[in-house]
């Protein structure tokens, strides 16, 4: 399992993988195609980073770098990590995830935050066994959204 950055002209690969992703887990989605308009639009822009698990490819992650209010280093957040079922147990979620901390480390980051649900025991294993913590105090945080 190899992973690598994605360009502007992965961008129908990753739009079916986005797809796929919000598909399985019943998640509204604009579909495959305007997926990968936006992708490639936002790779152009350098407002994207994307990783690629090959062969396949077999999975995504998308991460954002922002501005750090805290420190004067990088923010990056992970927006997205889906593996396609069938390559799952393989070590594709794995090898993105070392590739994504590596990546964020080496543009300077200090901080990696994400969120996934909580009945994703295996993302939860995944992002526990890398080191992430769950700041739970026995009080929920909540997450809002509002389309505007």
């Known amino acids: 399992m190899t992973v690598r950055e ?34 490639e639009q936002l790779l152009t822009d350098g407002e994207l980073t994307v990783l690629l698990a090959e062969p396949g490819p077999a999975g995504v992650a998308v991460l954002r770098f922002r501005p750090s209010l805290w420190t004067e280093a990088l923010e990056c957040h992970l927006a997205e990590l ?20 590596a990546l964020a480390r080496h543009r300077g980051a200090d901080y990696m935050d994400l969120a996934t649900s909580e009945d994703d025991v295996a993302a939860r294993a995944l992002y526990e066994s890398l080191g992430f913590t769950n700041r739970d105090d026995g009080t929920a945080m909540l997450f809002y959204e509002r389309e505007l």
């Open 6 to 39: 994605a360009t502007p002209e992965d961008a129908e690969a990753i739009g079916r993988l986005l797809d796929a992703f919000n598909r399985e887990f019943d998640e509204p989605t604009p579909g495959a195609a305007a997926l990968a308009e936006r992708a």
């Open 82 to 101: 889906f593996v396609v079922p069938e390559q799952r147990g393989r070590g594709a979620g794995r090898a993105l995830m070392d590739t994504a901390l």
